[in-house]
């Protein structure tokens, strides 16, 4: 196809498939001639992938070309994910933080829930927002973590079987991206439901 095609197949306008080319985020079409290229359906896939990480994710173009880049240099699977995780869930301000193996307040989690010890955006993450709490005096005990991580754990199963399924990586962003974009929100807003059936239930009768 070609690129008045290409626009009508992906809902693209050509002027933003001419700056997706020029960013470096689109493959170029196969040359017919100086003018011309021919494009085919794995156009259409990063064109459907680009637009999703734009208008449903809100990344930027610099932080799509990141994740793009990647999956064209033929990063794995797990770096991949983990890259995506780092970007959607805004993982990447958070720097290793420093201390001896077993002593960070998220290895107690790692040992509790049997995951694996690896080094992770995530883990220190979760450092990080461990030890915010403790600082302002906000204890989290043991069998507060060990409710959260379980349930986060049967959660986190569902979600990453999804993103094993499809055999395009493009695919495997897309539904690595959106999912934990979307499916972060759902969690949220079921705990407040729950939160608010919770306090009905307690204090309906004081109201």
């Given at each position: 196809?070609?690129?008045?095609?290409?626009?009508?197949?992906?809902?693209?306008?050509?002027?933003?498939?001419?700056?997706?080319l020029?960013?470096?985020?689109?493959?170029?079409?196969?040359?017919v001639?100086?003018?011309r290229?021919q494009?085919?359906?794995?156009?259409?896939?990063?064109?459907?992938?680009?637009?999703?990480?734009r208008?449903?994710?809100?990344?930027?173009?610099?932080q799509?070309?990141?994740?793009?880049?990647?999956?064209?240099?033929?990063?794995?699977?797990?770096?991949?994910?983990?890259?995506?995780?780092?970007?959607?869930?805004?993982?990447?301000?958070?720097?290793?933080?420093?201390?001896?193996?077993?002593?960070?307040?998220?290895?107690?989690?790692?040992?509790?829930?049997?995951?694996?010890?690896?080094?992770?955006?995530?883990?220190?993450?979760?450092?990080?927002?461990?030890?915010?709490?403790?600082?302002?005096?906000?204890?989290?005990?043991?069998?507060?973590?060990?409710?959260?991580?379980?349930?986060?754990?049967?959660v986190?199963?569902?979600?990453?079987?999804?993103?094993?399924?499809?055999?395009?990586?493009?695919?495997?962003?897309l539904?690595?991206?959106?999912?934990?974009?979307?499916?972060?929100?759902?969690?949220?807003?079921?705990?407040?439901?729950?939160q608010?059936?919770?306090a009905?239930?307690?204090?309906?009768?004081?109201?």
């Amino acid at each position: 196809m070609q690129l008045k095609e290409l626009s009508e197949q992906s809902g693209v306008s050509a002027a933003s498939i001419k700056y997706y080319l020029r960013e470096g985020l689109l493959p170029p079409g196969a040359a017919v001639h100086a003018t011309r290229a021919q494009y085919s359906a794995q156009h259409v896939e990063r064109l459907d992938l680009i637009q999703a990480l734009r208008r449903i994710v809100g990344l930027n173009i610099e932080q799509i070309r990141g994740i793009l880049r990647m999956a064209d240099d033929g990063a794995s699977r797990l770096e991949l994910l983990a890259a995506v995780q780092r970007v959607v869930l805004e993982l990447d301000s958070y720097a290793t933080v420093s201390g001896e193996v077993g002593t960070r307040p998220a290895d107690a989690v790692v040992r509790l829930r049997g995951w694996p010890d690896s080094p992770s955006d995530a883990r220190n993450a979760l450092n990080a927002h461990l030890e915010l709490m403790e600082s302002v005096n906000i204890r989290v005990p043991g069998e507060l973590l060990d409710t959260y991580s379980k349930a986060m754990d049967d959660v986190a199963g569902v979600d990453i079987a999804a993103t094993t399924a499809p055999d395009s990586v493009d695919e495997l962003i897309l539904t690595a991206a959106v999912g934990m974009h979307m499916h972060s929100q759902l969690l949220l807003r079921l705990l407040a439901l729950a939160q608010a059936s919770h306090a009905i239930r307690r204090y309906e009768q004081d109201a």
